[in-house]
């Protein structure tokens, strides 16, 4: 999907990663020019306006030549890189990159190169405490050498967040040598800056936090240390990356969708009877929450429905696919959960457990993202009681859960405890009334409340 054929020498184009993708960015090369390739090995990471995804070549042979390096942008169907079929026709396919304009994009790397000089300096800086405290200084100096045999993923693939790549080139950081410590082993910024020597934010709020036991004006200092890392010299504008791009660009058109919002609270005593139950088989919460919203919306089509682009017809799906929003390093994605009123909890489950891997690992392809009608964002897990949620571009409605709390209720004319959760519903009020919504949050608030068919 994303190799030409000319003659002996193939193109690797940028490819289209989603139906709105224009450009994407080259994250890392897997592998590197003149080494041997086959046919479906991933070659490249690139990041698109929906995730990382691993591109694969559909040619055996050798990268001759990569014209657009880590970091760089790229329209789609642009040649990023050339695969010569022989050792012999690499000198070929140079060649041909060079009279195509492939060269041009490969000068931009040298650019941070003078910056690299800077960053040493904090190294002598690492030394100076040793001689203060001695004993002290020398623990630490063996911890950096053992996380080096430690990294490593099952797959032997090195993952790492677009930043923690750009500051490895900075710093002149092998991440090979880097453990990391993110999600699935997925090296981070902190992971590379540890590596380097260079001083990072998370042992800053360490030390500052035995400090208010010894004096009080330490107190100010975890304050002081949050601002530390920036991503950027103060001052500098940062490109967004192409996912945040796209979630800049699809939330303008929400603005001319006029919504009508409302909010319900439902008790979840009984959900969370029911979740105790399913969770030693793999069900959480998340997975749980999307077949309640799947159940309760097969009764009200309208909800999952959409308004033609003409804005004078409405659109009914067969089924009920629930776009659930993850929030990442880089941006914010909605993996899709295809069918949740037809499919087994259980099964569902699965399912999204699966989508939370592919994700934190970009491994999303374009089908894990694509055909949602309706939508889930859960800030509960950060003890948000109630939030309003945009509503996404092309669907009818947004469902805002917040935390479940115990609440003192009357129950009976007595006082009583109930674990409440209320939730906001974003619709788009050209094809959904508020009275339709209400109904709506009713079924849910039921289904919540008596989720035995569950």
Known sequence: RNVAARAEVKEIHMPALSSTM??????????????????????VVVESDKADMDVET????????????DGEMATVGAPIAFVAETEAEIAEAKAKAAAAGGAAPAPAPPAPEPAAAAPPPPAPAAAAPAPAPAPAAAAPAPAPAAPAPVQGRADGRIIATPFAKKIAKKLRVDLATVQGTGMNGRITAGDVE???????????????AAAPAAAAPAAPSPAAAAPAPLPAAAGTAVPLSGMQKAVAKNMMPSLQVPVSRIAMQMCTDELDALYKKVKPKGVTMTALLAKAVGVALAQHPIMFATLSPAGDAIIYNEKVN??????????????????TAGTDVYEIGRKWKDLVKKARGAGLGPADYAGGNFTISNLGMFGVDCFDAILPPGQGAILAVGASKPTVVPVNGMIGVKTLMTVNLTADHRHINGDVAAEFLKTLKAVVEDPKDL
Request: hydrophobic share 45%.
């Open 194 to 208: 540890k590596k380097a020597g260079v001083p990072s934010s998370a042992p800053a709020p360490a030390a500052a």
């Open 22 to 43: 224009t450009e994407g960015k080259i994250v890392s090369w897997l592998k590197g020019e003149g080494e041997q390739i086959s046919k479906g090995e991933a070659v």
């Open 58 to 69: 559909f040619y055996d042979g050798y990268l001759a030549y990569i014209a657009v390096p």
């Open 322 to 339: 629930i776009a659930v929003a993850v929030a990442l390093e880089q941006g914010l994605i909605t993996p899709v959960l295809q069918d």
